[in-house]
């Protein structure tokens, strides 16, 4: 019989210690340690015979791993073209944000063509039913709805179904528990625990499942780290209350490429996609506005242009504020720097403000040229040439280092109607972009741009 112990584990990294410390050795985090009851079994004799079987890595493709589409495109392309059988994914967003909604919808539209069944541990089954119905989603007998915590129960319940089911969703994994470990939902053990469950239950029985995690108010997914390490797939549902859209942004994908993002837009009836999100994030001037720049960046496989901002006010502080919104801060430091000593400008007695608009965050050091544009743009109060996009990185040197994807930049740029482009050196166009390419070497090159006004009705930011 297994003889059990108080342990005490760090609810921040899963360290186990012996005896409770304010710090823990692990992550050094203090006051996250919490006592759990383990079991301790004894040691098995070692077994001559094994049950594994290995395969010849040329076996036949089994035809039962193709991809299973939601029919959600944005939803498919964050994944990498659809659910792979057996895949368990991890979707982690903000209270409130929208991911009940989202994987309600996603599993009303996976429903048309596939069996499935959604399970709650935060909610009953008539508000399931409920917001549903509010949402217009449409009914299915292949769809079931239950409100369960037990994980044991759970699978339970899907072996005794008359059919298999392909995918599970489980809301949240927080909410989650087994009868065998002896502490409170949501703590180390029993996300650890219950995740192995149902990993072992997807792998086995070649079922897709989708986890709910809750984010902590540092904006990760609730839990250990290891928790992202069990799993597949780790999705984050971002955006702003005070903005309309969602973004759905894969951070791990051990079936497609990472860092790609899917946009929604929160409406009445739920979460709708955006087929061209460039248009959420580009300026809406009807005449030339100076510190605005457009960017050509890249998210993931998809092309997207965003406006970056920039204001420069006179300062009446000791040391001027640098204030950054969607960008690093210290990345704006390191373009200032560059300014001025590359090209002879002057921030000093100024404060900056620099924003992505739309609430987007870009961390692509692509982004260089376009900040520098607006910044120059807003300092000398000369608007940007019109139908112009920016992107290159920077260097301390004040050179402009070529990037990657120039051709998904340029394309996208051409489709939504600019004509020149500015970027970095050794960039040669294919045959099939129609639009005018500046290849710089230097920052300095692009200062003459500023020097001299090419319009005469200017505003600022």
């Not at 063509?113 to 549903?132: D, P």
């Not at 997207?304 to 210290?330: F, K, M, Y």
């Not at 482009?421 to 500046?438: E, H, R, T």
């Amino acid at each position: 019989m297994a003889k059990i112990t108080l342990k005490y584990v760090c609810q921040d990294c899963g360290t186990v210690h012996s005896k409770w410390g304010g710090k823990c050795e692990g992550c050094g985090a203090w006051n996250t340690m919490q006592e759990e009851a383990m079991a301790v079994t004894k040691k098995l004799v070692k077994s001559t015979k094994s049950t594994l079987e290995f395969v010849s890595i040329e076996a036949e493709e089994n035809n039962d791993c193709e991809r299973l589409l939601t029919d959600i495109n944005e939803f498919d392309r964050v994944c990498g073209g659809g659910l792979v059988p057996g895949a368990v994914l991890l979707v982690g967003g903000d209270p409130g944000i929208g991911k009940s909604t989202l994987l309600l919808q996603v599993v009303s539209h996976f429903s048309k063509n596939y069996r499935c069944a959604y399970v709650s541990g935060e909610e009953a089954v008539g508000q399931v039913r409920m917001r549903a119905k509010r949402l217009g989603v449409a009914n299915s007998d292949n769809l079931h709805l239950a409100s369960a915590t037990n994980v044991s129960d759970i699978l339970l319940a899907l072996d005794n179904l008359d059919h298999p089911v392909d995918l599970l969703i489980i809301d949240s994994i927080q909410t989650m528990t087994n009868m065998d470990v002896d502490s409170a939902p949501g703590t180390v053990s029993q996300v650890r625990i219950c995740t192995q469950e149902l990993i072992t239950f997807a792998k086995t029985k070649g079922v897709c499942v989708i986890l709910v995690g809750h984010v902590t108010k540092e904006g990760v997914i609730a839990g250990p780290r290891v928790l992202e390490h069990m799993v597949d797939t780790v999705l984050y549902f971002e955006g702003e209350r005070n903005y309309h859209y969602r973004i759905l942004r894969s951070v791990k994908n051990r079936f497609g490429p990472t860092d790609e993002i899917g946009v929604f837009e929160m409406t009445e009836q739920g979460l709708q996609q955006v087929p061209n999100p460039s248009a959420l994030f580009l300026n809406q001037h009807d005449f030339p506005v100076s510190g605005s720049a457009i960017f050509a960046g890249i998210e993931g496989t998809r092309p997207i242009l965003v406006e970056i901002q920039a204001l420069v006010a006179p300062s009446h502080l000791a040391t001027p504020r640098r204030t950054c919104v969607g960008w690093d801060n210290n990345r704006l430091a390191m373009i200032l720097a560059v300014l001025e000593s590359r090209c002879g400008l002057s921030f000093a007695n100024r404060d900056v403000f620099l924003n992505v608009a739309g609430g987007l965050k870009i961390t692509e050091p692509a982004s260089d040229l376009a900040v520098a544009a607006a910044l120059a743009s807003a300092l000398s109060n000369n608007p940007v040439p019109v139908k112009s996009v920016f992107f290159g990185e920077i260097g301390l040197s004040g050179e402009v280092r070529a990037v990657s994807q120039t051709e998904l930049r340029l394309k996208e740029a051409t489709k939504l109607g600019f004509e020149n482009a500015y970027c970095g050196k050794k960039i040669k166009s294919g045959n099939d972009v129609d639009i005018s390419l500046s290849s710089l070497n230097y920052l300095i090159e692009m200062m003459d741009i500023f020097r001299n006004p090419q319009h005469s009705k200017v505003r600022s930011l």
